[in-house]
């Protein structure tokens, strides 16, 4: 069945990076989109950043811009997020997420918190 997991949060000072990756299987992975999402307390899960299935095309939230960056390794089905000049704003469970045909699949959140 189609899984995914995600590693790399934790907690990380302000201005500090952090790295996220998200291993999928069950699905033939280089053929779909893929997306980070984030949802802080209180608030609605947000798109952060999504990249084509190829990796040659990507989209990021304005507020991540210039700071986030996704990609993908096909061979070895990983997503990544590199976060830097990360702010206590950034503070959210982030989400792994496969735009499958028929519907997506989640992963089960990793907790990046930014805090001094």
């Known amino acids: 069945q189609v899984q995914l997991v995600e590693s790399g949060g934790g907690l990380v000072q302000p201005g500090g990076s952090l790295r996220l990756s998200c291993a999928a299987s069950?699905?033939?992975?280089?053929?779909?989109?893929m997306s980070w999402y984030r949802q802080a307390p209180g608030k609605e899960r947000a798109l952060v950043a999504d990249i084509s299935n190829s990796g040659g095309s990507t989209n990021y939230a304005d507020s991540v811009k210039g700071r986030f960056t996704i990609s993908r390794d096909n061979g070895k089905n990983m997503v990544y997020l590199q976060m830097n000049s990360l702010k206590p704003e950034d503070t959210a469970e982030y989400y792994c997420?496969?735009?499958?045909?028929?519907?997506?699949?989640w992963g089960q959140g990793t907790q990046v918190t930014v805090s001094s």
């Open positions: 069950g699905f033939r992975f280089s053929s779909y989109a």
């Open positions: 997420y496969a735009r499958l045909v028929g519907g997506g699949a």
